[in-house]
């Protein structure tokens, strides 16, 4: 479990340094309808990132992994794929900063977000957890992982549990302040979110690159 955790950890901080995701929870928590929207949120995003990762962690239990030579050229080339996905995003992060030259505009979904109610709010959380392209190939690594990986149930349950903690601490920590002390954090929290809009585009694109050759790693390691 322990190597297993070392490899989708990091992963896990990946998804969990989304800034997007952490605008989104903000506005919702500046929002008329906080607490219920927050929430939602919350648990809609915990729901995406479980999801993602235990389908493909289903998946890599079945995937034939044969041992050639000592080297296992399907597992190479499934984290060689994901890690030059990660690369290609992150470039994409970096192209989009460098022609945006103005100051950041908040996508036309992000205006509409103080509208959202519990149920809204929870599929939003779904929608960016396991289907945003970053985090599903996040997860898709961060699963496979666990399925190749040799542990227990009781080993998997805690150890998904885990990196379902880590990937969801930046949205788990700010609602939990929020709902226990919401008038304090108000200015931080939009302060926050000022500097998240500014920098959104050179932290993903750091977090991916980083991330994208760790996995690009594994892959050429398992040749």
């Not at 103005?102 to 779904?126: E, I, K, S």
Request: aromatic letters at 6%.
């Amino acid at each position: 479990m322990e190597a297993a955790l070392g490899h989708v950890l990091p992963l896990a901080l990946g998804i969990a340094l989304s800034p997007l995701p952490i605008i989104a929870a903000i506005l919702l928590l500046l929002a008329p309808k906080a607490r219920s929207a927050s929430v939602g949120f919350l648990i809609g995003w915990i729901i995406g990132i479980l999801t993602a990762v235990i389908v493909f962690m289903i998946i890599a239990t079945v995937l034939p992994t044969p041992s050639v030579g000592g080297t296992r050229p399907v597992q190479a080339i499934i984290h060689l794929a994901l890690g030059a996905l990660l690369v290609l995003l992150a470039v994409r992060q970096f192209r989009a900063h460098a022609r945006a030259g103005g100051p950041p505009t908040l996508p036309t979904w992000m205006q509409a977000l103080d509208r959202l109610g519990f149920w809204d709010a929870l599929g939003l959380g779904v929608l960016l957890a396991a289907v945003n392209p970053k985090n599903l190939i996040l997860g898709a690594e961060s699963g496979i992982q666990f399925g190749l990986g040799s542990m227990s149930v009781a080993g998997g349950i805690w150890a998904i549990l885990l990196y379902t903690l880590v990937a969801a601490s930046t949205i788990l920590v700010p609602v939990v302040a929020f709902l226990v002390a919401e008038k304090p954090l108000r200015h931080p929290l939009d302060a926050l979110r000022g500097w998240l809009e500014r920098e959104n585009a050179v932290i993903m694109g750091v977090v991916l690159l980083v991330l994208g050759v760790v996995v690009i790693g594994k892959g050429i390691a398992a040749l």
